[in-house]
């Protein structure tokens, strides 16, 4: 296989697994951001590179966001909302962080793989992305290549992260439409101590 054509491929499956999530929990999701005082964004790893960047995104808005763990992010309250990146939905770290914020009554957002897991299951609302299946990736090489079934050219969580990233942009675009701002208003906000 050429490099083009495994560029082509994780296109296409990011692609296929972006329109499989269902449009009344993407209009449930915007609601929620819209509806929010504030917004908290958690992730662990690389989902949680993809949640500080879609954190970043939604400040060139001029929303008032946080970012987890950070030395300067407020108690979190009522009327706040955590949106948690997770595929699994089972991160002890995420899970924590989920559970006292459900304590301090703030709405819980995930965006996740499963929506059965133990943050999906606790999620106010809950946007699911595929992933690599957990038993797709347990079934020996063997019985895959005898069924038919051949693994995604990318490794561990890389699917649900890169569809994640595609899904969150997408979101930041509707958010541009709703609250009718542009680049140039978006550029105004993004740091300029770099």
């Known amino acids: 296989m050429t490099f083009h054509l495994r560029i082509e491929k994780i ?12 449009r009344k929990s993407v209009d449930r999701f915007i609601a929620a951001i819209i509806d929010a005082n504030r917004i908290f964004i958690a992730g662990a790893g690389r989902s949680g ?3 500080r960047a879609f954190g970043m995104r939604l400040m060139h808005l001029g929303l008032t966001v946080h970012i987890v763990g950070e030395v300067t992010t407020p ?3 009522e009327k706040d909302l955590l949106i948690i990146v997770s595929g699994s939905g089972q991160t002890t770290s995420m899970l924590a962080v989920m559970n ?7 709405k819980i957002a995930a ?5 059965n897991s133990p943050i999906g299951k606790g999620a106010d609302y809950v946007v ?3 992933g690599r299946a957990v038993e797709n990736a347990l079934r020996d090489y063997t019985s895959r290549q005898l069924s038919g079934e051949h693994e995604p050219i990318t490794p561990l969580g890389t699917l649900f992260e890169l569809s994640a990233m595609v899904f969150l942009d997408a979101i930041i675009d509707e958010l541009m439409v709703r ?7 978006l550029k105004e906000l993004h740091s300029n101590l770099e």
């Not at 499956?13 to 499989?20: D, F, H, L, S, T």
């Not at 006292?100 to 703030?106: N, P, S, T, W």
């Open 11 to 22: 296109v296409q499956k990011i692609a296929e697994q972006c329109r499989q999530i269902d």
């Open 49 to 51: 590179l993809v949640a």
């Open 75 to 77: 108690a979190i309250k």
């Open 100 to 106: 006292v914020a459900k304590q301090k009554g703030a």
């Open 111 to 115: 965006v996740t793989s499963f929506p």
């Open 128 to 130: 699911q992305i595929q």
């Open 179 to 185: 609250y009718q701002k542009s680049e140039e208003q």
